[in-house]
């Protein structure tokens, strides 16, 4: 499959439009957009090599990933997993986020009670 036919299948699975893609810097040569269909919050963790990620539109929806790229890659086909697992068991799938953001963080830290 061409990174063309890729992308236009995984618009396919999720429903969304060309206009709801997201083009990462320095990635476009190698894939042409990255589908996020929710917005997105990447949490960078103490260990350099290992960052975090979840969905506040989708609920239950989290992974991990060894760098940035990776979780946006990661979440671009677990989100869509996710829904067709909702899907599947019959449960609600909230719709798009019609302006989907991606947000770079440090992980909270928990406060001693």
Known sequence: ???RELGAAART???LTSQQFVSIRGYHSLLPM???PYSLIIEATEDPDFFGF???DLDGFTGI???????LYKARWGMADHIKL???QGLPVPSP???PTIVIQNTSKLQPA
């Open 65 to 71: 990933g060894h760098s940035i790229e990776d979780c």
């Open 97 to 99: 986020n019609p302006n």
């Open 34 to 36: 990255i589908t996020l």
């Open 54 to 56: 979840y969905s506040a």
């Open 1 to 3: 499959m061409k990174f």
């Open 86 to 88: 909702l899907r599947e």
């Open 13 to 15: 699975d999720l429903g």
